[in-house]
């Protein structure tokens, strides 16, 4: 992987060992940056939720990444730069019309703090919890989700006109039936994905939790007909200038014997559930693509219990794994992987290390 002018990480390379790969330092020194710049190559946007000029160090006009990776049973190699505020891909050599289209190719999890609150936040969070998996499961769906949301957009720009333009009334039928179509594919593909996911999530928190607690989880529709629900919601929608029913407002309900891990479980279980939903998300991840994905833990070690911390890092052995510290020290085992420190956006590898890299 070779970086130039990637935020604060200045220019430079990390060659990675097959195993876990440590990068530590002080805070804001560049390390989530370069796992940010690791996670671009899936294909997706900044898990940051940044904008793509803001990818591009300051006072510099172009951001370049390299990335060499394993995959579909050779060795392929991918490139990205971001320059006026765009990004731009090629794929062993051959330019891409979009980013997009190295989704499926280099597989990765991401988890991270914000993952920890994945029970308890939002539904936002969780129902990004089962796109961007199943954006890499299953490549097309990243095509139909964006095309459901750009009609989402303009059936709501509708709804507001409406009022003002009641000749546009008749126009809305089209979008309701291409939102119904889009929405009710939308909310079947992430169906499906939660129960590809149930029963491993079902065993990794047995695992983690070590007792008899009954682990249930759930995709839940905000309608389970689409088009008939957009129909009995329209006044609503027309008062509110949104709409008010589709998998924007779906939800994903986990359960623990039986009742609501939102409502009603502890912190602790809240956590080991979130950490069998992940590992969960590699499983299924390796069990379709038939390869594993690299896995990339951001600063997330510090927010795990000794017993946790144990666990993930055993059920991650012979996994390609990035992990963000500051303290590699403090955690048991991590010393063993091969260690890059990263120093003011410069990477180090240090001499008394078992890491390795250029
Ligand atoms: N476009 C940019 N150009 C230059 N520097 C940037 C840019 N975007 C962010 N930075 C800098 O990157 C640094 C943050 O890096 P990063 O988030 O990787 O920190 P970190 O090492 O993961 O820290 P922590 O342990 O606190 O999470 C900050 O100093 C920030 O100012």
Same mark, same amino acid.
């Given at each position: 992987?070779?970086?130039?002018?990637?935020?604060?990480?200045?220019?430079?390379?990390?060659?990675?060992?097959?195993?876990?790969?440590?990068?530590?330092?002080?805070?804001?020194?560049?390390?989530?940056?370069?796992?940010?710049?690791?996670?671009?190559?899936?294909?997706?946007?900044?898990?940051?939720?940044?904008?793509?000029?803001?990818?591009?160090?300051?006072?510099?006009?172009?951001?370049?990444?390299?990335?060499?990776?394993?995959?579909?049973?050779?060795?392929?190699?991918?490139?990205?730069?971001?320059?006026?505020?765009?990004?731009?891909?090629?794929?062993?050599?051959?330019?891409?019309?979009?980013?997009?289209?190295?989704?499926?190719?280099?597989?990765?999890?991401?988890?991270?703090?914000?993952?920890?609150?994945?029970?308890?936040?939002?539904?936002?969070?969780?129902?990004?919890?089962?796109?961007?998996?199943?954006?890499?499961?299953?490549?097309?769906?990243?095509?139909?989700?964006?095309?459901?949301?750009?009609?989402?957009?303009?059936?709501?720009?509708?709804?507001?006109?409406?009022?003002?333009?009641?000749?546009?009334?008749?126009?809305?039928?089209?979008?309701?039936?291409?939102?119904?179509?889009?929405?009710?594919?939308? +909310?079947?593909? %992430?169906?499906?994905?939660?129960?590809?996911? /149930?029963?491993?999530?079902? &065993? *990794? $928190?047995?695992?983690? !939790?070590?007792?008899?607690?009954?682990?249930?989880?759930?995709?839940?529709?905000?309608?389970?007909?689409?088009?008939?629900?957009?129909?009995?919601?329209?006044?609503?929608?027309?008062?509110?200038?949104?709409?008010?029913?589709?998998?924007?407002?779906?939800?994903?309900?986990?359960?623990?014997?039986?009742?609501?891990?939102?409502?009603?479980?502890?912190?602790?279980?809240?956590?080991?559930?979130?950490?069998?939903?992940?590992?969960?998300?590699?499983?299924?991840?390796?069990?379709?693509?038939?390869?594993?994905?690299?896995?990339?833990?951001?600063?997330?070690?510090?927010?795990?219990?000794?017993?946790?911390?144990?666990?993930?890092?055993?059920?991650?052995?012979?996994?390609?794994?990035?992990?963000?510290?500051?303290?590699?020290? +403090?955690?048991? %085992?991590?010393?063993?992987?091969?260690?890059? /420190?990263?120093?003011?956006? &410069? *990477? $180090?590898?240090?001499? !008394?290390?078992?890491?390795?890299?250029?």
């Amino acid at each position: 992987m070779a970086f130039e002018h990637y935020r604060n990480l200045c220019a430079g390379s990390l060659t990675p060992c097959p195993g876990m790969n440590v990068i530590y330092g002080r805070n804001a020194q560049g390390k989530t940056n370069l796992l940010e710049a690791v996670w671009l190559f899936t294909g997706g946007r900044s898990f940051r939720g940044a904008r793509d000029g803001e990818l591009v160090a300051f006072g510099q006009e172009k951001a370049a990444l390299h990335l060499q990776f394993y995959s579909e049973e050779r060795e392929q190699e991918a490139e990205l730069t971001i320059q006026n505020g765009r990004r731009s891909a090629s794929l062993n050599g051959v330019p891409k019309r979009s980013p997009a289209e190295l989704v499926g190719k280099f597989r990765a999890v991401l988890f991270s703090p914000e993952h920890l609150s994945l029970i308890k936040s939002g539904p936002a969070l969780r129902r990004n919890f089962i796109d961007a998996a199943l954006c890499q499961v299953k490549p097309a769906y990243a095509p139909l989700l964006s095309r459901y949301h750009h009609t989402l957009v303009q059936r709501n720009a509708l709804l507001k006109d409406i009022p003002r333009h009641a000749e546009l009334l008749d126009t809305l039928e089209i979008w309701d039936d291409r939102l119904a179509r889009y929405g009710d594919a939308v +909310a079947r593909e %992430r169906a499906a994905y939660i129960q590809k996911i /149930e029963a491993p999530a079902r &065993e *990794l $928190y047995a695992g983690i !939790s070590e007792n008899k607690e009954q682990f249930g989880i759930q995709y839940q529709k905000s309608a389970e007909n689409l088009r008939e629900a957009l129909a009995a919601a329209r006044r609503d929608d027309l008062q509110s200038g949104h709409t008010t029913v589709g998998p924007h407002r779906d939800d994903l309900e986990v359960t623990v014997d039986g009742v609501s891990a939102r409502a009603y479980g502890s912190q602790g279980q809240q956590r080991s559930l979130v950490l069998a939903l992940k590992l969960a998300e590699a499983d299924v991840l390796e069990q379709e693509g038939g390869e594993a994905p690299v896995i990339l833990l951001d600063d997330v070690m510090s927010e795990l219990d000794a017993g946790r911390q144990h666990y993930l890092l055993n059920r991650l052995d012979g996994r390609q794994v990035f992990l963000t510290c500051c303290e590699p020290g +403090a955690v048991k %085992r991590l010393e063993e992987g091969a260690l890059f /420190e990263v120093r003011r956006g &410069e *990477l $180090y590898v240090p001499t !008394s290390g078992a890491g390795h890299g250029d």
